[in-house]
């Protein structure tokens, strides 16, 4: 065993206890403090600590927990002895190396922000990229069993079945093919009126498109509903819904990711969730708006009609700044004022004749939903 250093302090009274890392006994001990620090058990052989290997430990007052990187990780010293502690903390010029300084705080601090940074950047640009450039290349059949997912769960809220009355349902595709055609779809597109009195349209991924009869009872001419069907066009064009999935899933993944799973993040992450979602959803609405107003024009109608019926059912939606932010659409006014811009004299043949029109109108029959 090495001399002891020259003024090394007497062992105190209050036993210096070693826990070796490997068993839980609590060992009584004594230092000698010479080239290294060496731990002295009774009829053991001596465990020596180099002094560069000793950490500081988390400890309650009054005691100097070590730690040393050479040792077994659960390894711990535990010195009582005020004295001894100095003497001992006095020869470990890195006791204290393993923890944060204001520097390393800063550090923290500035990789932290740069990393949310990162994570805002991709929210905002780089998942509306990849949803952009992987939603035209999934798979039809893959998308197809997507949209009779959720056809099934359309149904079960809106009608098990779609109205069927022939006339209605001849005027119906008669409408639809000449939208279709001029939209450049094919006739992979489905199309259907459900007997529910909720004012609404919407389309589903694998081509297919439902017209709830609420809304089909609100209009009143062809051109107005051709104007909400050719917009649903233009999210199937558009692969809207599989690009909001894409999107969604990453932007919640992130957001999550940015803000941790904390009490009271919930509130921020929806938050965060709703407003960068309802910008993404404004978007992929404006782009549709813009394809109903060339097919409508391409086919020698005006897109102003649709807007109108839109406006019939909503009246104004302007509202507080919070509420024009958290629209997932434009406000109603403003496709009403844009479609209008873009009205023009009809110079195509109407787009079904007074009968068929009527015949469409009864699709679902007399009874009430």
């Known amino acids: 065993m090495s001399d002891v250093f020259a003024g090394t302090p007497a ?21 000698t403090l010479s080239d290294a620090l060496e731990i002295v058990e009774d009829g053991a052989t001596p465990v020596l600590w180099p002094y560069a290997d000793i950490r500081r430990a988390d400890s309650p007052p009054g005691i100097l927990r070590l730690a040393a990187t050479s040792a077994p990780p659960l390894a711990r010293l535990e ?17 204290d190396e393993h923890r944060t300084t204001r520097s390393g705080v800063a550090k923290i601090v500035g990789w932290s922000v740069a990393a949310a940074v990162s994570i805002v950047c991709v929210v905002l640009f780089g998942v509306p990229l990849a949803a952009d450039r992987l ?3 999934v798979p039809q059949p893959v998308e197809r069993r997507i949209g009779d997912a959720a056809e099934v769960q359309m149904k079960t809220i809106f009608g ?34 459900l007997p529910t009195a909720v004012p609404n349209a919407f389309a589903l991924p694998g081509g297919k498109v439902f017209v709830l009869k609420g809304l089909l009872d609100k209009a009143e001419n062809p051109d107005e509903l051709a104007g909400i069907l050719a917009h649903e066009l233009g999210h199937l064009k558009h692969h809207d819904n599989m690009r909001g999935l894409i999107y969604n899933g990453g932007t919640s993944f992130l957001i999550g990711l940015l803000f941790g ?21 404004r978007e992929a609405e404006t782009g549709a708006d813009t394809f109903a107003i ?12 649709a807007a109108e019926l839109l406006f019939r059912i909503t009246g104004k939606e302007g509202g507080s700044g919070l509420t024009n932010i958290l629209a997932s659409h434009p ?28 015949a469409l109108k009864g699709i679902c029959g007399s009874g009430k939903v």
């Open 160 to 193: 098990r079945s779609a109205c069927e009355d022939p006339a209605g349902k001849a005027a119906f595709n008669k409408l639809v093919n000449r939208l279709r055609d001029a939209a450049g779809l094919d006739d992979t597109m489905t199309a259907g009126v």
């Open 331 to 358: 406000l109603t006014e403003d496709r009403l004022a844009r479609m209008t811009k873009e009205d023009r004299p009809a110079s195509g043949p109407p787009l079904l004749t007074d009968k068929e029109w009527q």
């Open 294 to 305: 060339e097919i409508m024009h391409a086919l020698g109608r005006s897109p102003k009609p």
């Open 135 to 137: 939603a035209p290349l």
């Open 11 to 31: 062992q105190s009274e209050r036993p210096t206890i070693f826990f070796d890392g490997v068993s839980s006994r609590r060992r009584p001990v004594t230092l």
């Open 261 to 281: 799973d904390v009490t009271g993040s919930s509130a921020v992450i929806f938050a965060s969730r709703s407003l960068v979602e309802a910008s993404y959803s």
């Open 79 to 95: 010195i009582r002895d005020a004295a001894l502690a100095a003497e001992v903390a006095a020869r470990c010029a890195r006791l």
